[in-house]
């Protein structure tokens, strides 16, 4: 078989596999789009390992690209409370208190650089 049919053959076979699968996004875009948006962040990355994991799922909700004047910072306000009062709540032997705490300090972070 010649490289060519060979070729278009994949080619046709990748079109097919991505219809069945819907829409993709670009993960190559959604870095770029993380990074922009925590450039700058003062933030200790390794307080968690899955912290940016995490931070680029809060990252992409529509809070951050929303029109609203309003939006992130009323989110990143009520993350605040929530985390704030998870470890509050759980006191400081709680297995997660470190988790919560750094992504407490996490959306600290971003009221310091969304101007909240």
Known sequence: MKKSKLRNIIRESIKELMNEQGPITNPFNDFLIFTQNTSGLAFDWRCYPGIRGYAHTILSLPNFTSTN????????????????????????????????????????????????
């Open 69 to 116: 004047p309003n939006q992130p910072c009323n989110f990143i306000s009520q993350r605040i409370q929530h985390f704030t009062n998870l470890i509050t709540q759980a006191g400081p032997n709680s297995l997660s208190v470190p988790i919560w705490q750094c992504k407490l300090d996490f959306f600290n972070a971003l009221t310091q650089q969304y101007n909240c």
